[in-house]
């Protein structure tokens, strides 16, 4: 059974002013034509507007390079996703018959496309003024973690490129299992590298986490996780 989208609404801490485009912002293609592609479009612009911008204040030495690679991790869709496990989005999308019975309120793409559309609607709702603290405040622990002197690769990718650089074979992962309502699931991976005596293991929000994490531990074990990529 979906929830009423006014919990949703209160939880975020914004009143719509129209509340249709709030229930826009949730309602996937596969219920048809009237659906959230366009405010989906809207908010993917003015999220990287915004965490430009950010970066441009919280770097003022960086070059647009670097900027550039800091803001494509931060509004991948996996990072999106993230943030809509984080808000609860799942329990609240209006999904067609074929979406709901594969599990579509779970499904990585669909949680981040929600959320950029949940920022075009609130935009549309308000102003810029407005919509930038919502923003700001699902990316802060993010925002705040990031460093220029930290490499810009992500845990699997220096992972592989260690192993292929050395010859040896690329690293496998078993997903372990999954815990929690589709809401607020864990997930445990486990990493297997031939150069290590033991696996290592990750645990994330999303499947994607837990294998950067088990990657990140992979790394640690191989002494190589201050190593610049």
């Not at 939880?11 to 309602?27: K, M, N, Q, W």
């Not at 809509?84 to 309120?105: M, N, P, Q, V």
């Not at 992962?173 to 991976?189: D, K, N």
């Amino acid at each position: 059974m979906i929830k009423p989208i006014s919990e949703l609404a209160r939880r975020l801490g914004h009143d719509f002013s129209d509340a249709s485009l709030f229930e826009l912002a949730l309602t996937h293609r596969s219920c048809g034509k009237r659906n959230n592609e366009r405010l989906e479009f809207l908010g993917d612009s003015i999220l990287n507007f915004v965490i430009a911008e950010a970066l441009y204040a919280k770097f003022p030495a960086a070059r647009e390079g670097q900027m550039s690679r800091l803001r494509a991790r931060l509004v991948k869709g996996e990072t999106l996703s993230e943030i809509a496990r984080e808000l609860g989005i799942g329990d609240y999308l209006r999904l067609g018959s074929g979406e709901l019975k594969s599990g579509g309120f779970r499904r990585d793409s669909i949680l981040a496309d929600a959320v950029e559309a949940i920022i075009g609607a609130i935009y549309l709702d308000t102003d810029m003024d407005r919509v930038r603290p919502f923003i700001l405040g699902w990316f802060q622990g993010r925002l705040d973690s990031l460093d220029l002197n930290e490499s810009l690769k992500d845990s699997k990718t220096r992972l592989q490129e260690f192993l292929q650089s050395r010859r040896e074979s690329l690293p496998k992962y078993e997903l372990l299992s999954v815990e929690g309502e589709a809401h607020a699931q864990t997930f445990h991976i486990r990493c297997d590298v031939a150069m290590l005596n033991e696996p290592t293991e990750g645990v994330g929000n999303s499947r994607r986490q837990a294998e950067q994490e088990a990657a990140r531990a992979a790394l640690e074990s191989l002494n190589l996780s201050g190593e610049k990529s």
